[in-house]
């Protein structure tokens, strides 16, 4: 388990550092005035719908393997409990 999360950790971190270098590559002379999006060329028009979505995608996931990581948890300790639970009554029974 501690494995997957290191995984996990690893990937989103070159993702973002991923994402960093290609943003920061190259600075952009500014803008004197606003132009619609229709008249910039194909390589300055970023949609935003698929990064968006990406983002809410990743986001569900961690929040969904980390509910997932307590459930295992939780279940571990559970059966913990039952063991001590049983191993007592055994010890009351036997004094």
């Given at each position: 388990?501690?494995?997957?999360?290191?995984?996990?950790t690893?990937?989103?971190?070159?993702?973002?550092m991923?994402?960093a270098?290609?943003?920061?590559?190259?600075?952009?002379?500014p803008q004197?005035e606003?132009?619609?999006?229709?008249?910039?060329?194909?390589?300055?028009?970023?949609?935003a719908?698929?990064?968006l979505?990406?983002?809410?995608?990743?986001?569900?996931?961690?929040?969904?393997?980390?509910?997932?990581?307590?459930?295992?948890r939780l279940?571990?300790v559970?059966?913990?409990?039952q063991?001590?639970?049983?191993r007592?009554?055994a010890?009351e029974?036997?004094?």
């Open positions: 388990m501690n494995g997957v999360m290191r995984a996990a690893a990937v989103i971190l070159v993702l973002v991923a994402a270098g290609v943003h920061g590559a190259q600075p952009q002379p004197e606003f132009v619609p999006i229709d008249e910039l060329p194909p390589g300055d028009q970023m949609p719908a698929p990064l979505i990406a983002a809410y995608a990743i986001v569900w996931a961690v929040v969904f393997g980390y509910l997932w990581s307590i459930w295992r279940s571990t559970e059966r913990e409990m063991e001590l639970a049983r007592a009554d010890g029974q036997d004094s």
